[in-house]
């Protein structure tokens, strides 16, 4: 029974399909609202998240990196996926998180980056450590 106000879940009660095998070794689906299975794999994977951004924060505050590799772990990305969103090579991306190197970037490519992790240019160059962009809203 699904208390008020509470999620049940990651489907929030919604029915999820999945598929059953039968007897003869064919498929089928079937509704289910036994959302167990799922819990538990998203339990584990928010885990290595909030683990790979423990680290990465770690490693900024030990200064062996740049404030970016925290924005990438709490925002789900790697460099690939931060030098496409940014317009600009992967190679360039993986190097601004060399904290000398990011300290001297350009201030229209800090305001870009401040720009994708909604945080304030000057924010970001101090190395302040902010919520993920999902967590902020529109």
Known sequence: MMDEGKINGVSEGMPLIQYAVE??????????????????????????IEREVVTARARVVAGEASVLLYYMAVNQMDPSLLAKYMGIARWRVKRHLKPGVFLK????????????????????????????VYEKGQ
């Open 23 to 48: 007897g003869q070794g064919q498929c089928r689906r079937v509704e289910s609202t036994d959302t167990s299975t799922v819990d538990v794999v998203n339990r584990q994977a928010w885990e290595v």
């Open 105 to 132: 970037l350009h201030p229209e490519l800090l305001a870009g980056y401040a720009g994708l992790f909604k945080i304030g240019a000057d924010d970001l160059r101090q190395g302040l450590f902010m919520s993920a």
